[in-house]
């Protein structure tokens, strides 16, 4: 069976690359790192409270632990490619995550053992 140029035109997977071609790196780094963030803030029991029961109960540091280290390894690499503004607060937002961290364990990592700190150095 052979494709026609029309078929292409209404493949979702020819749609979906024309579509992220048209998006610039930055974007894309930023909405990455924003879906980290939200994950982190869950699971660092950051979410709000609703009909079901507390924010808190979504609690998984470990799986925090995770996110905030993925988190910090994506925005200290991309940082001098994505300009300050944006990774400014980008960091401004993992180091919120990190202190959030800390506050939720029940045995804080010693300094520079934090989630990501690897990556960002001490977090105080």
């Known amino acids: ?3 026609t140029h029309a078929d292409d035109a209404t493949d979702p997977t ?3 690359v024309r579509d992220i071609a048209e998006v610039a ?16 803030a869950v699971k660092c029991g950051l979410a709000e409270d609703d009909a079901w029961g507390p924010g808190s109960r979504h609690r998984d540091l470990d799986e ?4 905030i280290t993925a988190l910090a390894a994506l925005v200290t690499a991309s940082a001098p490619d994505i300009g300050n503004q944006h990774a400014r607060s980008l960091r401004d937002g993992l180091r ?3 202190l959030a961290f800390r506050e939720a ?3 804080p990592d010693a300094p520079g053992e934090g989630p990501g700190e690897k990556f960002t150095g001490p977090v105080s």
């Open 64 to 67: 925090a632990r995770k996110l």
């Open 96 to 98: 919120s995550l990190q």
């Open 105 to 107: 364990s029940p045995f």
């Open 25 to 40: 790196a930055v974007e894309v780094i930023t909405s990455a790192a924003v879906h980290l963030m939200s994950a982190a």
């Open 1 to 3: 069976m052979s494709h």
């Open 14 to 16: 020819t749609q979906a």
